[in-house]
Nanobody, 121 residues
Framework: VQLQASGGGLVQPGGSLRLSCAAS????????MGWYRQAPGKQREPVAS???????DYADSVKGRFTISRDNAKNTVHLQMNSLKPEDTAVYYC????????????????WGQGTQVTVSS
C-alpha cells in the first residue's frame, strides 16, 4: 500500500491551496483518512480527518478555513486550505488506516511522503 500526496507549494497569506492524497496497492477497506503537519522544530500534529462515513474532525487552528473531503471510489482524500496563514507553514503528511485484504482483522497505519506548504509574502 502506498499513499501519494501532492499539491503543496508557496502561497501568500490569505491564499489557498488544495492537497490531494491517493492510496494505491492492495486495499480492501479504508477506515480513516487524514492529514497531519509538522513545522520546523515542532512535533507532528493532526490537522483534519474523515472516516468512511464522511464524518470529519478538525484541529481548532484550522476550523472554518480548511475542508477535508474524500472520494471512496478513488481512495483519495483532499484538503482544501483557504485563508492560509504563515503559521500554517509545514510539511503536510497524509495518513490512512487501511485493511489490505478481507482476511485481515485489523487496520494498519500508512503515511504518505509529505508535501511542503509555505505561506509567505
Amino acid at each position: 500500500v502506498q499513499l501519494q500526496a501532492s499539491g503543496g507549494g508557496l502561497v501568500q497569506p490569505g491564499g489557498s491551496l488544495r492537497l490531494s492524497c491517493a492510496a494505491s496497492g492492495s486495499i480492501f477497506s479504508i477506515q480513516i483518512m487524514g492529514w497531519y503537519r509538522q513545522a520546523p522544530g515542532k512535533q507532528r500534529e493532526p490537522v483534519a480527518s474523515i472516516n468512511s462515513g464522511i464524518s470529519t474532525d478538525y484541529a481548532d487552528s484550522v476550523k472554518g478555513r480548511f475542508t477535508i473531503s474524500r472520494d471512496n471510489a478513488k481512495n483519495t482524500v483532499h484538503l482544501q486550505m483557504n485563508s492560509l496563514k504563515p503559521e500554517d507553514t509545514a510539511v503536510y503528511y497524509c495518513n490512512a488506516l487501511i485493511k489490505a485484504t478481507s482476511s485481515l482483522t485489523y487496520y494498519s497505519d500508512y503515511w504518505g511522503q509529505g508535501t511542503q506548504v509555505t505561506v509567505s509574502s
